[in-house]
Structures are given as structure tokens and as C-alpha cells.
């Protein structure tokens, strides 16, 4: 059997962890040996002989801070992967995710810390882990603030990458952009400038463990794949300056392009829910689904496509056997799709004519990879569809909203404008 717990020339193999939670990285401060105590590490441990350095690093997180955590990749150091711990010894630095507790010092430290993307230095760190800290801590999701409508602040850039074409992609710890989703590209990304050069467009990367950044349709991996690390690319020409790994930099976003796609965006879902309520009436029995509002969710049973644009937004349906089979009636709707569209226009006047606070929830993670909910009040309950996108602040800016429907090969497609006020 090929010893696990030792390197090729024999040196001792301790793991530790890089493990993130919400976009922090956990710190512990040991309490032993005298020599070390009060300083702050990576947690972990020496992998017994025979033992997996995976297994390892989630025993010794389980028996010193009392929590589950998965191991999703590792943060490479210079010596063959490993990082330099002493003369008998090398660091193994894991990627982890929380799976399950809150980490509660035990005997081997006296306190952890949750550490935000700036927070490397808040702490003493033991001179090994100092060099892996900074790594993993440069390796977080990116912050976004784009969800409270930010349109302007701070970064610090953290890499710089040619993405052919004449361009060249910049990734911060924290932005107010909002990227292309490539998962789901309905909104486009932001543009504005970084460092007072101009942002031509913004979308969704990821980062693998050797630091190579894949962009867009190149990211290839599912939404919240943790093996990866997300994160913004900010899109510039590739022939001007671009500021340094390190530097901090001014974000701006153009408000009037957001402004137009929030307007859009806050009308797409409203439009969502009316279209549910307007087409309540043409399912023959009980749907497979049903809205924030109790009504039959026609809109995500049925999407298969959604753009959204300045002040305007075009949504394609689906309506196959298996819809069909669960009582939607498609015939019938297109059928009185005239009236449809005015009972569509006339619950809109109400929810925009009416006002009110729209926001988009996310509980706590502040990073681009969050679940995200936007949130608003209409009469006949609560309006909350999942989204990924920016919105307005209340419905009243939204002004005057018309759909339209018509058939196509595959169900229906629907086309909203937005009047602003
Ligand atoms: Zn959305």
C-alpha cells in the first residue's frame, strides 16, 4: 500500500483547511503549544499512516471544532502541491465547504473567525499558514452588492486575464456589477468602468484550483459547482491600461442601462404573476405547481427562454405533452388571448399604479454564488420568484407594463414594454 500520510522523500503530510462558508474563510487560534498559542491557523491536522488526507482533514475538523465539512479541491503550494511546514514536515492545504455545524473551539483552539476577503491581516497567522491563508483568501467567490442596488464601489483586483478577441477580464473581490448568468442568461451584465476605464460587459466566471479562469459559455460547470470558485469578469479592451493584481479600484456602474434592465427585469416577473392568474381559468385540474400567490405557475412550469432588455422583455413558453397532460389548456388560452392580454394590462396597472417596496432577498451570503429571491408586495399575497438579477426599489418606477402573446411552434411566447412613469 503507498503510505498516504508521507510525501515521496518522506516528509510528513499535515492537512489543513481552507474552508469557506458564505465567503469567509475559517481562522482558529491555537491554544498549544506554548510556543504557538494565541496564533492563528488554517485547522487541521496529521494524517495518521494508511489514512486518506481527505478523511483526515474531516476527522480532525469533527474532533476540534465539532463540524462536517466536505472537501471540494485543495490550494496548490510550491512544493509539489504542498506548502513548506518544517524540515520532517509539509502543509496540505484542502478546499472545504460547510456541510453541517457552527465551529466551537474545543482544546486545540480558544477561538475561530469567519475572515471576509479584506481580513487577512486582522489576524496573526502562524508563519506557515500565512502564505496559504493569503491564497485561499484571494480564492473566494467574489462579493457582489449589485442585489441592495448598489451602483458604485471599492475592489481590489485580484487577477487579470486575457479573454481573446482584443479583451482582457478583470475579477475583484467585491463588486456592484451584476454579470451574465450563464446558467440562466436572461439579464446581461452591467456596463460602467473600472478605474475609469470602461467595463464593454460583464459576466459569470470560474476559477479551477491552478488559478485558470474560464469565462461564460467557456465555465462548463453547474451553478454553485463548489469545486470552482465564481466570481465577476469585468470585460475591458485589452489594449488600454489595466490596473494591477493588488490595487484597489473605483467600480461604477452606468445607472441609466441598470435602471432600464431592473425596470424590465421587476416588470418580467410581475408579467409572470399576471400571466398565472390570467391563465388560472384554462387548467383542468389541480397544477403541478402554484405561484407565491397561490396561483397555478404556468410561468415556471412553462419557460424555457427569458431576455430581458432596456425596458423591455421577451419570454418563450413550452407547453409539450407533459403540460398538457397535467391540464393546462393551450388551445383555449391563444384561443382568447386577446382578452387575456387585458386582464394581463389591467392586474399590472394595479400592482405598478398601486406601488410598493420590491427587493431581492439573500439571506446572508454575500456572495455571487447566493440564492437569491426577489421579494415584493401585490395584492393577493406576497410576490417572490427565485432570480439572479437587479430590480427596482419599488413598483411605482416601474411605470406602464404591456404584454403581448402569441402562438409559436413550441406553446406561446410572450413580449413585455415597459412605459416608464
Ligand atoms: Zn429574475
Redesign the pocket.
Known amino acids: 500500500m503507498i503510505p498516504t500520510h508521507v510525501t515521496a522523500d518522506g516528509r510528513r503530510v499535515v492537512v489543513a483547511a481552507a474552508l469557506v462558508h458564505r465567503g469567509r474563510l475559517l481562522g482558529a487560534r491555537r491554544t498549544r503549544p506554548v510556543s504557538v498559542a494565541g496564533r492563528w491557523e488554517l485547522p487541521g491536522g496529521k494524517v495518521e499512516p494508511g489514512e486518506d488526507p481527505h478523511h483526515a482533514l474531516v476527522r480532525e475538523l469533527r474532533e476540534e471544532l465539532s463540524i462536517d465539512v466536505e472537501v471540494v479541491g485543495g490550494v496548490p503550494g510550491p512544493l509539489e502541491g504542498d506548502w513548506p511546514l518544517s524540515e520532517d514536515a509539509v502543509l496540505r492545504v484542502l478546499r472545504a465547504r460547510l456541510v453541517r455545524g457552527e465551529p466551537a473551539a474545543g482544546i486545540a483552539h480558544d477561538e475561530t473567525r469567519w475572515l471576509g476577503p479584506r481580513e487577512g491581516d486582522a489576524v496573526t497567522w502562524l508563519d506557515a499558514d500565512v502564505a496559504p491563508a493569503r491564497t485561499a483568501l484571494a480564492r473566494l467567490d467574489t462579493w457582489v452588492d449589485f442585489p441592495a442596488r448598489a451602483l458604485s464601489g471599492q475592489g481590489v483586483v485580484l487577477r487579470v486575464a486575457p479573454l481573446g478577441d482584443g479583451r482582457r477580464g478583470v475579477v475583484v473581490d467585491r463588486t456592484p456589477f451584476h454579470p451574465l448568468d450563464p446558467g ?1 442568461p ?2 446581461p451584465g452591467d456596463l460602467g468602468s473600472l478605474a475609469g476605464i470602461p467595463v464593454l460587459d460583464c459576466l459569470t466566471g470560474t476559477v479551477d484550483d491552478h488559478g485558470e479562469l474560464a469565462v461564460g459559455a467557456g465555465v462548463g460547470a453547474r451553478r454553485g459547482d463548489a469545486s470552482r470558485t465564481w466570481v465577476v469578469v469585468h470585460v475591458v479592451d485589452a489594449a488600454g491600461d489595466v490596473p494591477r493584481p493588488g490595487s484597489t479600484v473605483d467600480l461604477e456602474v452606468d445607472p441609466g442601462t441598470r435602471l432600464r434592465l431592473s425596470r424590465a ?1 421587476s416588470a ?2 410581475l408579467a409572470a404573476l399576471a400571466l398565472n392568474e390570467a391563465t388560472a381559468r384554462f387548467w383542468r385540474k389541480e397544477p403541478p405547481r402554484r405561484d407565491s400567490r397561490g396561483r397555478p405557475f404556468l410561468d415556471q412550469l412553462a419557460i424555457v427562454d ?1 431576455q ?1 432588455r432596456p425596458d423591455a422583455a421577451y419570454d418563450a413558453y413550452r407547453v409539450g405533452r407533459t403540460l398538457r397532460k397535467a391540464g393546462f389548456d393551450l388551445e383555449s388560452f391563444l384561443a382568447e388571448a386577446g382578452p387575456a392580454e387585458e386582464e394581463v394590462a389591467t392586474l399590472l396597472d394595479a400592482w405598478t399604479g398601486r406601488g410598493g417596496p420590491s427587493r431581492v432577498e439573500v439571506s446572508g451570503d454575500p456572495t455571487l454564488g447566493a440564492r437569491r429571491t ?1 421579494v415584493a408586495e401585490v395584492p393577493g399575497g406576497p410576490a417572490s ?5 437587479t ?1 427596482v426599489a419599488d413598483l411605482a418606477e416601474i411605470g406602464r407594463i404591456r404584454v403581448s402573446y402569441r402562438p409559436t411552434d413550441e406553446g406561446f411566447a410572450a413580449s413585455t414594454t415597459v412605459t416608464p412613469p
Open positions: 440562466w436572461d439579464q427585469h418580467c416577473h427569458s430581458v426577489w420568484i427565485p432570480c439572479g438579477g430590480h
